[in-house]
Each structure stands twice: as C-alpha cells, then as structure tokens.
Nanobody, 117 residues
C-alpha cells in the first residue's frame, strides 16, 4: 500500500512563500498522477493542483500563477511551491495519489499552512 508523507507546512506572513513536499513509498510512483488538496476550517476539501506521470499539470483557478506543482521521480517526491501566499490559503494541505480531481486513490496525513495578514 502506498504511503504519502507531507512536510513543509508552517506559519508565514501574507506575500511569503512555502514549499510543501510529499514523499511516497512504492516503486510505482512514476506511474501515478499526484496532487495536492486543501481543507480550510469549516470548508470542504478542495483540489489545488496535480501532475501526471508525464508531467502535465493542472491547477485550481485560485492558485494559478502563484502555486507550482512538480515531481522528482528519482526521489519519489512531489512538491508544491506556494508563492504570494494569502490568508485565504490557510488550510491543511493533503498530498494525494489520484486518477482525477474527484477520484482519489490514497491520501497523506496533511500538513498545516497558516498565512497571517
């Protein structure tokens, strides 16, 4: 079973940057589409960005131009570079192995991001 472990969350001021990492177990990582979702307090979990095995990326409109997803298949790791952070980006960020935005195969445990104004 694939395990996903996120890291890199924390407290940052508005306008700042953070880079989240997600380390995956298993030899099939390079074949998987990977993604990031987030859940703010009192809200539903929402899609943030994804990257296919071929490197094609997708992102929510709310983060386009600010967040960049990437992957390193040699390290079994997917990253989320978050720039120009806003208070509304405050949420728990989850790494996922997915088929599509709505078909999720496995989740990580989440990492908290807090953006102060």
């Amino acid at each position: 079973q694939v395990q996903l472990v996120e890291s890199g969350g924390g407290l940052v001021q508005a306008g700042g940057s953070l880079r989240l990492s997600c380390a995956a177990s298993g030899s099939a990582f390079r074949l998987n589409t990977m993604g990031w979702f987030r859940q703010a307090p009192g809200k539903q979990r929402e899609f943030v960005a994804s990257i296919s095995s071929g490197g094609n990326t997708d992102a929510a409109d709310s983060v386009k131009g600010r967040f960049t997803i990437s992957r390193d298949n040699g390290k079994n790791t997917v990253y989320l570079q978050m720039n120009s952070l806003k208070p509304e980006d405050t949420a728990v960020y989850y790494c996922a192995r997915l088929i599509s935005r709505t078909i999720i195969l496995s989740w990580g445990q989440g990492t908290q991001v807090i953006v102060s104004s």
